[in-house]
């Protein structure tokens, strides 16, 4: 697609962009969902908008306001049966997020090798795609900060003082922290060698999400950091739309 389109990947807890034009990514930003001061700078009635959207209705609502009295009229991504060669086999494919499917698209445009395709955000996703391009199926688990009040609504002597990470924590508060990091970086490894499996080689391992360097340098498999994988994958929709 020529001229000037706005990405947006519109999470729980916040909303990321990217402003493309002819081809070159111009600017990217983030913020949550009380000041959108910095998005609304970059819109202008003459570009393509895209959205990749797992957020509340409420800030659906708003962000549809926001993009009406800019003048644009965007385009909401949903995940389909298939994308080029990437298959959904989701027994209801539109119930897939949409932030998973753009992550697995463009996991796909990265590599046509099996991969393991990880959001760690509100909640942590873990997906697997096969060499053929097929979407295998995922798990979903609590993220850091819900773990974080699961145990403190849960339990009667944890508050609300965040940890730092260690081998064996010696008070309560490391040892919160230390427990979040090694059950996410469990359930990857588990994803990862499960795929090996299945696929006959060792996977790559993308990860994305607000939270993904938490549990980056803890894992003990290789894995690249992708910060903008999911507005990388709405951009490929965005030019495949364009040309169909």
């Known amino acids: 697609m020529s001229g000037r389109r706005i990405l947006l990947d519109a999470g729980n807890t916040r909303l990321k962009w990217a402003v493309v034009e002819d081809g070159h990514w ?29 957020a509340s209705l409420e800030h659906e609502r708003q962000l549809a306001a926001l993009l009406e ?4 009229t965007p385009a909401w991504l949903r995940a389909e049966t298939r994308f080029g060669d990437v298959k959904n086999t989701y027994s209801n494919p539109h119930q897939l997020g949409a932030d998973r499917w753009m992550g697995l698209i463009a996991a796909r445009q990265r590599t046509d090798e099996a991969v393991l395709v990880v959001s760690v955000g ?12 097929t979407f295998l199926g995922g798990v979903i688990v609590p993220g850091v900060h819900l773990m974080q009040q699961a145990l403190r609504q849960g339990t009667s002597r944890i508050d609300e003082v965040v940890g730092a990470w260690q081998a064996f924590p010696n008070a309560t508060a490391p040892a919160v922290q230390s427990g979040i990091v090694a059950a996410l970086c469990g359930a990857i490894a588990q994803q990862h060698a499960r795929l090996a499996e299945v696929a006959g080689m060792v996977p790559r391992c ?39």
């Open 26 to 54: 111009h600017a990217t930003g983030r913020s949550d969902y009380s000041d959108w001061s910095a998005l609304t700078a970059q819109l202008k009635a003459d570009t393509h908008c895209f959205v990749a959207s797992v």
């Open 69 to 72: 009295v800019a003048g644009l």
């Open 122 to 133: 509100t909640a942590m996703t873990v997906d697997a795609l096969s060499v053929d391009g």
């Open 206 to 244: 993308l990860l994305t999400g607000g939270d993904a360097e938490k549990v980056l340098s803890h894992l003990r498999i290789s894995a690249e950091h992708v910060p903008e994988l999911v507005l990388e994958g709405i951009d490929c929709v965005a030019r495949g739309t364009a040309a169909s």
